[in-house]
């Protein structure tokens, strides 16, 4: 599983991560986990 941070990166946000609190970070974290494994793998070439 990816990383907050990286998860973050991924979806590009703009929001400065170190601005959520502990409990936004564990619920994003979740979700976006969630929402990543859903998007199909890009194919390179």
Same mark, same amino acid.
């Given at each position: 599983m990816m990383t907050l941070s990286d998860l973050w990166k991924h979806?590009?946000?703009l929001t400065d991560i170190e601005t959520l609190t502990e409990e &936004? /970070?564990?619920a994003l974290h979740s979700f976006l986990a969630q929402e990543? &494994? /859903?998007r199909p793998c890009p194919v390179s070439g």
């Open positions: 979806f590009r946000f &936004q /970070k564990a990543h &494994q /859903k």
